[in-house]
């Protein structure tokens, strides 16, 4: 047991599947998993563990932003022996050729947070990325069910409401969508030697007036969901 989960060493698989959304994880353990136990209820961030496929996995809520985050991390890889981390989020849109639903693949994450600059010091820009295996597997998996998703590097917002933020900028230096955590994933990623990745659904468009409601975001972003148990039973 750790300071914000309520489970014992092996209650959670090698695997998590890290949404935001506590009641999206919830929806991820009914709906994709068999065997499924509830691990962890403390804050109502909830986690569970499951089979899929006959692959143990397991899924737990992170909150929103990157302190949140961090903390079900740290607590995931250092208390209970977690090797892997996807995250399976929404993001807004950014690049001309994104639409709404759309998969993205985050190949890095650039990030207006203080998390990295207070890692490294001034005069070091570290630039936070994926694990290129897991990338690689989910862009094929991807593939083999029917879906095209988009790869590219995603900005990871130190505040929601921002609107100093040029982000017409950010898009014409190839920035493909925005969110809040996948910079922190991937820098803690490195920092504890786990395998990170985010995956995301395009739930609005930062340029255009289409978005997806509240419960469309809990519920229906089924792609994501099935990319990512996929690759992460890839190769086992």
Known sequence: MSTHIGAEMGDYADTVLL?????????????????????????????????????????????????????????LVKFFGVKTIIRVGSCGGMAPDVHLRDVLLASGSTTDSAVTANTFGAGIHYAPLANFELLDAAYHEAQKLGITPKVGDIFAADRFYNDELDMKKLADYGVIGTEMESAGLYLLGAKLHFRALSILTVSDLIFGEEKTTAEEREKTFNDMINISLDTAIAGK
């Open 19 to 75: 949404p935001g959304d506590p009641l999206r994880a919830k929806y991820i353990a009914e709906n994709f998993l068999t065997n499924v136990k509830q691990v962890n209820s403390v804050r109502n961030a909830f986690g569970y563990t499951g089979e899929y496929k006959g692959h143990r996995i397991s899924v737990q809520g992170s909150g929103m932003g990157i302190p949140s985050m961090s903390i079900y991390i740290n607590e």
